[in-house]
């Protein structure tokens, strides 16, 4: 064979353990450059991680595959009057950790006292087999809804927190019966988040009626803000906030 036709020889693309070959057969020679081998070891991490990325993006498709429609199991009431039905954790759990286990995932939560210290920031991390995971985390002010002592409160948030975002991390639909309001997706704010939103549109001096014009669609106050709306703008006046004192302290 000449050596224009070895030169058109098909080449394989580097794999992580070929290249580990090629990084073993360099650290062995020690006339290696130290800043050549650093430059082999950062491509070979961003080569793992990437194939790690891959094989999590191949796991999750055939576990999105396999996950089920999830029923609602418990109701939320108020004055007799049905508000929403929804999937309890429990529920949620049973349905989704053997299919986790079984594509290669984990799923785990923590939280933290929310800085402004009127509420928490809920995280969770799904994780895969390869190393490959993603993060996703809400901010939530404390239920006080009912009779809840703080205890009651703080547990109620967590159970929020954690069926709110598994349902964004594995994009589960839930099915179920809803009254109207339900059907809508409304479902009204807590005393406690009512007084958080309250409180940050009177530190930040902002024009509540402009502001939920702007924000909301339909609310007129701040009491008529639906739940599914809170963390927006609870994260829009907490930036118009922070910015402001980042201001303040540049002067």
């Given at each position: 064979?000449?050596?224009?036709?070895?030169?058109?020889?098909?080449?394989?693309?580097?794999?992580?353990?070929?290249?580990?070959?090629?990084?073993?057969?360099?650290?062995?020679?020690?006339?290696?450059?130290?800043?050549?081998?650093?430059?082999?070891?950062?491509?070979?991490?961003?080569?793992?991680?990437?194939?790690?990325?891959?094989?999590?993006?191949?796991?999750?498709?055939?576990?999105?595959?396999?996950?089920?429609?999830?029923?609602?199991?418990?109701?939320?009431?108020?004055?007799?009057?049905?508000?929403?039905?929804?999937?309890?954790y429990d529920k949620i759990d049973t349905v989704i950790?053997?299919?986790?286990?079984?594509?290669?995932?984990?799923?785990?939560?923590?939280?933290?006292?929310?800085?402004?210290?009127?509420?928490?920031?809920?995280?969770?991390?799904?994780?895969?087999?390869?190393?490959?995971?993603?993060?996703?985390?809400?901010?939530?002010?404390?239920?006080?809804?009912?009779?809840?002592?703080?205890?009651?409160?703080?547990?109620?948030?967590?159970?929020?927190?954690?069926?709110?975002?598994?349902?964004?991390?594995?994009?589960?639909?839930?099915?179920?019966?809803?009254?109207?309001?339900?059907?809508?997706?409304?479902?009204?704010?807590?005393?406690?988040?009512?007084?958080?939103?309250?409180?940050?549109?009177?530190?930040?001096?902002?024009?509540?009626?402009?502001?939920?014009?702007?924000?909301?669609?339909?609310?007129?106050?701040?009491d008529e803000i639906g739940m599914i709306d809170f963390?927006?703008?609870?994260?829009?006046?907490?930036?118009?906030?922070?910015?402001?004192?980042?201001?303040?302290?540049?002067?």
């Amino acid at each position: 064979m000449s050596d224009s036709e070895t030169e058109n020889l098909p080449v394989a693309a580097p794999t992580t353990a070929n290249f580990l070959a090629v990084i073993s057969k360099a650290a062995s020679d020690p006339n290696t450059d130290v800043a050549k081998m650093h430059g082999l070891l950062d491509v070979q991490e961003r080569m793992m991680n990437k194939q790690a990325e891959i094989d999590f993006n191949a796991d999750f498709s055939r576990l999105q595959s396999d996950l089920p429609r999830i029923t609602k199991d418990s109701k939320i009431t108020h004055s007799g009057k049905l508000i929403s039905t929804y999937a309890t954790y429990d529920k949620i759990d049973t349905v989704i950790r053997p299919l986790l286990i079984k594509h290669g995932f984990g799923l785990r939560f923590n939280s933290e006292p929310e800085p402004s210290g009127k509420g928490v920031l809920i995280t969770a991390t799904l994780s895969h087999r390869s190393g490959h995971s993603i993060v996703d985390r809400i901010p939530l002010g404390y239920d006080t809804s009912g009779a809840k002592n703080n205890v009651q409160g703080v547990g109620s948030t967590i159970a929020y927190g954690k069926r709110y975002l598994v349902g964004m991390l594995l994009n589960l639909v839930f099915e179920g019966e809803d009254d109207d309001g339900a059907k809508s997706g409304y479902q009204p704010l807590t005393d406690q988040q009512s007084t958080i939103i309250k409180d940050l549109i009177r530190e930040t001096g902002t024009d509540t009626q402009r502001f939920l014009a702007t924000m909301v669609s339909g609310a007129k106050s701040v009491d008529e803000i639906g739940m599914i709306d809170f963390n927006r703008i609870y994260n829009a006046l907490l930036s118009k906030r922070n910015k402001a004192k980042s201001e303040e302290s540049n002067v």
